[in-house]
């Protein structure tokens, strides 16, 4: 199952200068396996 997140604007860091930066808001696509499918892998 595919589902959309959204994920709010954050602070985040240049690694390579150490300068803080703005991450601008976006959506994320997540996925969740269905129960039986789990159940399959873990025996």
């Not at 959309?4 to 390579?16: D, F, H, I, L, Y």
């Not at 300068?19 to 025996?43: E, H, P």
Request: hydrophobic share 35%.
């Amino acid at each position: 199952k595919f589902k959309v997140k959204n994920t709010p604007a954050r602070e985040g860091r240049n690694p390579s200068t150490g300068a803080t930066i703005q991450i601008a808001a976006s959506n994320k696509l997540t996925f969740s396996a269905a129960k039986a499918v789990k159940d399959k892998l873990n025996g």
